[in-house]
């Protein structure tokens, strides 16, 4: 990503109230298969840009919040459609801007539409819940209101999920929203953004600023009208933007970072082992929350687990991300290469081998190409194992058994996803009650959830409803609760005698 003020490629503007908006300067994105090719420039929203996005938006809540089930429905499975009509063509978008392969951008693409025929469906759901009252007569419910102006603020990692997971609640419960993407991937944000921009919603209620986390972003979140904020980033900026939005008493949402133990214990089938761990760890180039980056295995199957994977990563084909026989695409900016970088050279001064992978990649077209990094006698207390990397970079950790495995699994500040290899159903129980984390996953990689199921974590991973599924209703309404006396009732006795 660069930032310009001249440009001779395409620009894509932003989204407010209804219109598109130009700007003064612009963002150029580049794909990271080849640094030669631009993709087009975005334009970068000014503070009146903000104040104008979150005006709109709030002129927009009276008539979206009271609009019907079937006015929300419609629009939300309708921009669905459009989505999984268009993955191929979205998914060779995503694949070109952020690096992911063709064949997970394009089933990302799906995801997205799926989730906002989801959300679609979720407005005819019910939305008041009825108790008895204590007192005769007095009738008590609780009903679910739109909280009001929602920033969704998201990362490039996920450039069209994570943003259908949620823009399309938000406009399900009845709140309007404020887009802003990460800078890395306006190609994706702006597609998505047109998409909607055509669905048939008022003006104002969905508006796409684009533009840097420290400006634009922050005037965004900042801003008091904003009424919930809902993030998705690392866990450094996540906790500074939930302290601010805490301030002002806004509400908050936030889905950050993981350094996610997948445990192979002595018992598991070695293959799908292996299979597990490269897909979670190295899959999406390790640019995934639930990536699996610390490897806890016991030590009579350690040697061969670690010889597997060894072997499994030389056959891994690492290209251009939308060549369709690539396993692992380059690394998403040359920023995010040089942060790996440096971590595989504090891996080998803090004492771990680096056992194979760590190596930039020559390819036909210039990239930030590198090959999955595997660390082995790693230790927890190493930064390799503390801190999240979030590239194609994993460590071993030899175990003598389960209790010493669990205890280093939770032995972290995160706590996203963990997962489990092995046939003991004893020890699958155990390790669900008592491993640290907000999703598991038992003979399974760490990376990989169902659509219509809730993310969620621990620790410094997560703070506020989950996300997704019905259960982010808690962030995206407010409940009011109703006693009503409606006086006399035909069969009350009490009132009758
Ligand atoms: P990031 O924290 O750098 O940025 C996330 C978003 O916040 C971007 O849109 C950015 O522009 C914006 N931003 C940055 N500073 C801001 C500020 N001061 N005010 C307002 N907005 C600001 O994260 P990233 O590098 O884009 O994404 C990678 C991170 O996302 C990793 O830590 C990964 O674990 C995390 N992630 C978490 C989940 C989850 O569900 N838990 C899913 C995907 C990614």
Redesign the pocket.
Known sequence: MTIQNNNEHEIKHNFIAGEWRNSSNHIQNINPSDTNDVIASYSIATKDDVEDAVLAAMSALPAWSSSTSGERFDILDAIGTEIIQRKDELGDLLAREEGKTLKEAVAEAHRAGSLFKFFAAEVYRSHTEGYRSLREGISLQVQREPIGVVAA??????PLA?PAWKIAPALAYGNTVVF?????VCGSAWALAEIISRAGLPDGVFNLLM????E???A???HPNVAGVT????????R??GASVFARGGKIQL????KNPLIVLDDADLDKAVEYAINGAFFSCG????ASSRLIVTKNIHDSFVDAMSNRIELLRIGDARNPNTDIGPVVSEA?LKKNLEYLQIGLKDGAKQLTGGKQVEQATPGWYLSPALFIDAKSEMKICRE?I?GPIAAVMPVNDYDEALNLANDSEFG?SAGIVTNDRLIIDHFIDNIQSGMVQINLPTAGMDFHAP?T?RKN??FGPP?KSSYCREFFTNTKVVHANYGKRLNSKKEES
């Open positions: 603020i998201t990362p490039w990692n996920f994570i802003k993407p990460s800078e890395l533009g840097q986390g420290s634009t972003g922050a965004i979140v900042e993030f998705t980033g690392s866990s450094d900026i996540g500074k933007i889905e950050m970072g993981g640019q995934r929350c639930t995010q999240e979030f996203l993310i974590g991973s997560s996300e």
